[in-house]
C-alpha cells in the first residue's frame, strides 16, 4: 500500500513539502504512543454510534435506557476488574484529564501544603505541579536513581509532616522503568498521605489484579489498551473524595459533568475483555526486547533497566549520532525519541535529561515499544536494519 510520508516531513527542506512522495508503510514500533484498536473493540462500540445512540441522561425513553445500561455494564465490569464498586470508576477524556482531575480535585480548598512528584513524571503530571507550585504548594521532585527508576527511600525521606500528596507512575512511558508502587502505597497509607498514580502504560503490561497494595487514586486510557482515543477513567480505589474541576449536568456523580460518550465508554469495557490477552504475550515481547539488545552491533546506552522495566519498551540512546540524520536513516521503522506529547518539541525529553544524558544524547533515542502485533520477522528485520542503517554492519 502506497502512503503519503507524513511522519517524516519535518526532516525535508520545505520545497519538497509539496512534493507527495509516497513510501511503503514503515513497521510500527510505537505502541507505546497509541495502538490500533482491536478488531473486539471496534465490533463492541459501532452500535453506539448510530443504533443505539441515545443519551444516557434521556431517563424518559428506549433510547436513553438503552444507553444507560450500556454505561452500566461497561462501569461495572471494569469495576469487577480493579475489584471496586461500580461508582469508584470515572470516565474521563483520557489519562491528561484523569491526571489532571485526581491530582487538582484532591487538591481544591485544602490548606496549601507540600506535595511529592519525579522529575521523570508525564508532562500531564508534571505541568500540573508547575501549575500548583504557582498557587502556593511546595512540591519536591524526585530524582531517579542511576538506572532511571525512583526509589522508595527517596520518597521515604521527602514525607514532611504536611505533605498531602504523593504523584507517581508506575510504569515510565520513555524508558518502561518500574516504580515500586505497592512498598510507595503502604508507605503513603502509614503516613496518611494521598497516593495518586498514572497507570497508563502499566495497564496490559502488568496484572494489577496480582498486587495487594494498589494507589488511592489511579489514571488510564483507553487508546494505550487497543481502545479508541478520547476516553479514559480514574480508579478511586479507597473512595477519596474529590472535587469537581468544571460544571455542567451533574454527570459522574457531579465529578466530571458532560455527556457520556456511550460508544467510548463502551469500547473501553471491551478493552478490559482482551487483557487476558495482553498479559499473555508478556513473555513473548519479553524475549523479542532481549533479542533487539543482544542484537544490536554497536555500542548505545540502555535506558531501559534491565530488571526493572516493562517488556514493551525498550530506549536506548546512541552516542555521537545528530538526531535528525538518525532518524534520517531510518524512515523503514515507526520509533519515536521519547513521548509523542513532546515529539513535536524537537526538545531534549526531560526524561533523558533527568537520568543525565546531555541534550544531544538525550534526542538521539529510540524509543522501540512492542505489541502481541509484533511478529517474530518484525523484530528480525528491526536489528537487521539498525545495524545496517546505524552501525555500518
Ligand atoms: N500518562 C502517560 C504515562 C502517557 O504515556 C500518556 C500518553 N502519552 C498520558 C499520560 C496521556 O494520555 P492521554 O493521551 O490519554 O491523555
Known amino acids: 500500500m502506497k502512503v503519503p510520508i507524513y511522519s517524516g516531513l519535518f526532516f525535508y527542506p520545505?520545497?519538497?513539502?509539496?512534493?507527495?512522495?509516497?513510501?511503503?508503510?514503515?513497521?510500527?514500533?510505537?505502541?507505546?504512543?497509541t495502538t490500533p484498536v482491536h478488531a473486539d473493540v471496534l465490533k463492541a462500540m459501532l452500535p453506539y454510534f448510530s443504533e443505539e445512540f441515545g443519551n444516557a441522561g434521556s431517563s424518559q425513553h428506549y433510547f436513553g435506557w438503552a444507553a444507560e445500561e450500556a454505561i452500566q455494564t461497561s462501569r461495572k465490569k471494569i469495576s469487577s476488574y480493579f475489584g471496586v464498586q461500580a461508582r469508584q470508576v470515572v470516565f474521563t477524556s483520557g489519562a491528561t484529564e484523569s491526571n489532571n482531575l485526581c491530582i487538582q480535585g484532591y487538591l481544591k480548598d485544602r490548606p496549601k501544603g507540600h506535595l511529592i512528584t519525579s522529575s521523570i513524571e508525564h508532562k500531564a503530571v508534571l505541568q500540573v505541579f508547575q501549575e500548583l507550585a504557582h498557587q502556593g504548594w511546595s512540591v519536591t521532585y524526585l530524582q531517579p536513581n542511576p538506572s532511571g527508576c525512583i526509589e522508595v527511600s527517596e520518597v521515604e525521606q521527602a514525607i514532611r509532616p504536611d505533605t498531602a500528596l504523593i504523584s507517581l507512575m508506575m510504569v515510565n512511558n520513555e524508558t518502561g522503568n518500574l516504580t515500586d508502587f505497592q512498598s510507595i502505597s503502604q508507605l503513603c497509607k502509614q503516613s496518611n498521605i494521598i497516593f495518586h498514580s498514572d497507570a497508563t502504560q502499566a495497564i496490559g503490561k502488568l496484572d494489577l489484579t496480582q498486587y495487594a497494595h494498589l494507589p488511592d487514586l489511579l489514571s488510564f486510557s483507553g487508546h494505550k489498551i487497543y481502545g479508541p482515543?478520547?476516553?479514559?477513567g480514574i480508579i478511586l480505589y479507597s473512595n477519596v473524595a474529590l472535587k469537581p474541576l468544571s460544571f455542567g449536568g451533574g454527570q459522574e456523580r457531579g465529578l466530571r459533568p458532560g455527556t457520556l460518550p456511550v460508544q467510548q465508554i463502551v469500547a473501553l469495557?471491551?478493552?478490559?475483555?482482551?487483557?487476558?490477552?495482553?498479559?499473555?504475550?508478556?513473555?513473548?515481547?519479553?524475549?523479542?526486547?532481549?533479542?533487539?539488545?543482544?542484537?544490536l552491533h554497536s555500542e548505545f546506552v540502555l535506558n531501559s533497566a534491565e530488571n526493572q522495566s516493562v517488556p514493551h519498551i525498550l530506549s536506548i540512546s546512541i552516542p555521537n549520532m545528530d538526531w535528525e540524520d538518525l532518524y534520517r536513516k531510518i524512515p523503514a521503522i515507526a520509533v519515536s525519541n521519547g513521548s509523542?506529547?513532546?515529539?513535536?518539541?524537537?526538545?531534549?525529553?526531560?526524561?533523558?535529561?533527568?537520568?543525565?544524558?546531555?541534550?544531544?544524547?538525550?534526542?538521539?533515542?529510540?524509543?522501540?515499544?512492542?505489541?502481541?502485533?509484533?511478529?517474530?520477522?518484525?523484530?528480525?528485520?528491526?536489528?537487521?536494519?539498525?545495524?545496517?542503517?546505524?552501525?555500518?554492519?
Open 229 to 232: 482515543k478520547g476516553i479514559g
Open 14 to 33: 520545505l520545497s519538497l513539502l509539496s512534493i507527495r512522495i509516497t513510501l511503503k508503510k514503515p513497521i510500527y514500533f510505537d505502541y507505546a504512543a
Open 340 to 393: 509523542a506529547c513532546n515529539a513535536k518539541s524537537q526538545l531534549p525529553s526531560h526524561v533523558m535529561k533527568a537520568v543525565g544524558h546531555s541534550d544531544t544524547l538525550a534526542l538521539s533515542t529510540l524509543r522501540i515499544s512492542l505489541s502481541y502485533l509484533t511478529q517474530e520477522s518484525d523484530v528480525d528485520f528491526l536489528i537487521d536494519y539498525l545495524n545496517k542503517q546505524l552501525f555500518d554492519r
Open 269 to 295: 469495557a471491551a478493552c478490559f475483555d482482551i487483557l487476558p490477552l495482553l498479559i499473555e504475550s508478556l513473555e513473548q515481547i519479553s524475549a523479542y526486547k532481549s533479542r533487539i539488545v543482544k542484537g
